[in-house]
Nanobody, 128 residues
Framework: QVQLVESGGGSVQAGGSLRLSCVSENTDSGTCMAWFRQRPGKEREGVGA????????SYADSVKGRFTISRDNAKKTVYLQMNSLKPDDSAMYYCAARAGRPLRWCGAQRTVPEYNYWGQGTQVTVSS
């Protein structure tokens, strides 16, 4: 059973930075790890994704150039570095995982139903 635990959320002023972490248990080198967020009153949306077995991360247009996803396979951890934060980035951020898919499957365009493991979320609040 895959387990995901996020951390690193908090409150920051606009223009600031935060780094979220997602520690996974029982994932392997063939897992797509993704970050989603859910803003108040809106549906959960993809932020980006990265494959544990290699390759580069991909991102939603709304965060390109500001957010960076990276992995440390030895620590079973995926990171979401968020820079130049805006009030509109305020949301609950979730880590998600889908095992058993190839690298070409793993992209920012994948949607909520396509992931079968989720963390509990971590809140990010950006004030103006």
């Amino acid at each position: 059973q895959v387990q995901l635990v996020e951390s690193g959320g908090g409150s920051v002023q606009a223009g600031g930075s935060l780094r979220l972490s997602c520690v996974s248990e029982n994932t392997d080198s063939g897992t797509c790890m993704a970050w989603f967020r859910q803003r108040p009153g809106k549906e959960r949306e993809g932020v980006g994704a990265i494959y544990t077995g290699g390759g580069s991360a991909s991102y939603a247009d709304s965060v390109k150039g500001r957010f960076t996803i990276s992995r440390d396979n030895a620590k079973k951890t995926v990171y979401l570095q968020m820079n130049s934060l805006k009030p509109d980035d305020s949301a609950m951020y979730y880590c998600a995982a889908r095992a058993g898919r190839p690298l070409r499957w793993c992209g920012a365009q994948r949607t909520v139903p396509e992931y079968n493991y989720w963390g509990q979320g971590t809140q990010v609040t950006v004030s103006s």
